[in-house]
Structure formats: structure tokens, C-alpha cells
């Protein structure tokens, strides 16, 4: 079950960077996006705070993973409440907000959102990403690998997020660093 949700959150970081590719968004929004993958259906939730600051926390079945993205730090952060531990990764300039740009799919409307899309290849992966320009943020995905194809489709968005949680490793946690 684990492998699950590090293949989601795989999926999940790796659409992150296109929705911010003018970099992170400097007004506060909570989102809810579904994915549906070959190996099952995944609800993220991410808050984000405007000041480069995101909280990613993904759903697999009973499973629950929490990644916190510190932009300005240049730093992404996988929480493991079960082992008490923070994975900290430099973000790569990929991961960074690096402008890429993908081949132009132009516009459409996607679940009442105009829409502008883009295609990204690499390693034999496709990846659309439609974003909504009303809202600035990712609206669908579609990735297709050797492994089958995954969709993500926004479920909620809103301007006004809840109280912002924490976006610090909680007391306690042992953390390891990776790159």
C-alpha cells in the first residue's frame, strides 16, 4: 500500500511544478483534485499560502501522505507520520519553477474552466496539463506511460482556504535528507 502512495505522490509532484511555472502562486487557494491511476484513486488536497508555501496531502484508501513544498527554500518535504520521519529533497530546477514551457494544445474548457494546455514528453511519458485561467491553477491532467494512463480532474477550488495548517516538519519527526 505504500508503493501506492509514492507512485501518487510521484504524480503528484510531478504536476505541481507545470501549475507554477511562472512561479508559485502569491495568492491563498485550497484545492481538491482526484486521481485515478492503474493502481487506484488517490484525493489530494493542497493549501497553498501565497508566499511559496504548499501543503500537499494525498488520500489512498485508509493510507494518508503529507508533502510540504517550501519554494523559496528551494526544499520539498514527504512527512511519514507512521515512522515519525520528514524526507527533505532539494527541489531540482525542474521542480523550481523553471518556466518550461510544453508544446501548445491551445485552449478549452475543462469542468466549467477555460482552459490552456500543454504537452510535456520525456522518458516515453506523456503528460497533458490543463490549466484553468480563470483560476491560475491545474485543472487536468492526463499522463500516459508503459504503465497505463492517469487522470487527475479538480474537484473543488477556492480563493479562501481554512485556517493555514502548519507548514513546518512537526516536533519530533527524525529527518533525513536526500540530495
Given at each position: ?23 508559485w502562486p502569491t495568492k491563498p ?43 523559496p527554500k528551494k526544499e520539498s ?27 501548445d494544445l491551445g485552449k478549452k ?71
Amino acid at each position: 500500500m505504500e508503493k501506492r502512495i509514492l507512485i501518487a505522490m510521484f504524480l503528484i509532484l510531478s504536476a505541481c511544478p507545470f501549475s507554477y511555472a511562472e512561479g508559485w502562486p502569491t495568492k491563498p487557494f485550497e484545492s481538491v483534485v482526484v486521481t485515478t491511476a492503474p493502481t487506484g484513486s488517490t484525493t489530494t488536497t493542497t493549501i497553498n499560502d501565497g508566499k511559496g508555501h504548499v501543503r500537499i496531502e494525498s488520500k489512498t484508501g485508509a493510507n494518508k501522505s503529507v508533502v510540504l513544498m517550501d519554494y523559496p527554500k528551494k526544499e520539498s518535504i514527504v512527512l511519514m507520520d507512521a515512522q515519525k520521519m520528514a524526507m527533505k529533497n532539494k527541489l531540482t530546477s525542474s521542480e523550481d519553477n523553471n518556466g518550461t514551457k510544453g508544446k501548445d494544445l491551445g485552449k478549452k474548457v475543462i469542468n466549467g474552466h477555460p482552459c490552456h494546455g500543454e504537452l510535456f514528453e520525456q522518458g516515453g511519458v506523456k503528460t497533458e496539463v490543463w490549466t484553468g485561467e480563470d483560476i491560475n491553477s491545474m485543472v487536468q491532467t492526463i499522463t500516459i506511460t508503459p504503465q497505463g494512463k492517469t487522470v487527475t480532474n479538480l474537484k473543488s477550488y477556492s480563493a479562501n482556504p481554512p485556517a493555514m495548517p502548519s507548514f513546518a516538519i512537526p516536533t519530533g519527526y527524525k529527518v533525513i535528507s536526500t540530495k
